[in-house]
């Protein structure tokens, strides 16, 4: 079975660029949902996505944050304009609550660079 | 911040040596998750305990629970190279899970 795929791995831009995160998740999973992760830190839920509907979205910095999952499956995150403090890894995982657990999938992530 | 603490924030030890690792939360749970993150990866589950039960075994992990004091703790017995990774422990409320801050553990053969 294959597991949660985000892309890219890496992204290098310049402050004010915008950037886009694709994630993927496990076959069957209903449920997404986009972490933040800064150095040596602990992942921070920015959105989570119960089939295509948003349902905490309290810590996405919404002026410049948004986030979609069209169908209820692929999920795309983007930041316009990005600042120097977006820098940090970019976590995507996915779930399925009905099998009694909440046990989170993560993917490898993306390690965002902001200059 | 929601975040949970954990202690130690790094950890050393030697190959067959046992680890410990600590975490307290701040929110009331439905059980409270430990997860493994190895350079660069993702993290990967590990055990999850429910807020009903003190303690729970998987292979070389033993995890308690104390309710009471919104704290857990992870043994790691008989570690392995392989071991060397960050570890964080998730308090799981309502389908969200906060994470601690997390304790590098490294293993030196």
């Known amino acids: 079975e294959a597991g949660v795929v985000q892309s890219p791995r890496y992204k290098i831009i310049e402050k004010k660029q915008p950037v886009a995160f694709w994630c993927n998740p496990i076959?069957?999973?209903?449920?997404l949902y986009w972490y933040r992760q800064n150095l040596g830190q602990g992942p921070e839920l920015l959105i989570r996505?119960?089939?295509?509907?948003?349902?905490?979205d309290s810590q996405l910095p919404k002026d410049r944050f948004s986030a979609e999952r069209l169908k209820g499956v692929d999920s795309t995150l983007k930041i316009q304009p990005a600042e120097l403090g977006d820098s940090a890894v970019y976590l995507c995982?996915?779930?399925?609550?009905?099998?009694?657990?909440?046990?989170?999938?993560f993917g490898p992530g993306t390690r965002l660079t902001v200059l | 911040s929601q975040q949970g603490e954990e202690d130690p924030q790094a950890l050393s030890i030697q190959e067959g040596e046992n680890a410990t690792m600590n975490c307290s939360y701040k929110t009331s749970i439905n059980n409270l998750q430990w997860y493994r993150q190895n350079s660069g990866r993702g993290l990967v589950h590990l055990i999850l305990i429910r807020s009903n039960e003190r303690e729970k075994h998987s292979g070389r992990l033993r995890v308690t629970l104390d309710t009471s004091k919104k704290s857990s703790s992870l043994l790691i017995t008989a570690s392995r190279a392989a071991d060397t990774a960050s570890y964080f422990c998730?308090?799981?409320?309502?389908?969200?899970?906060?994470f601690g801050q997390g304790t590098t553990l490294q293993v030196k053969p």
């Open positions: 995982a996915s779930s399925l609550p009905s099998l009694g657990t909440d046990t989170q999938y």
């Open positions: 076959s069957g999973h209903n449920t």
């Open positions: 996505y119960e089939n295509e509907e948003a349902v905490d």
């Open positions: 998730a308090a799981s409320n309502t389908g969200k899970l906060i």
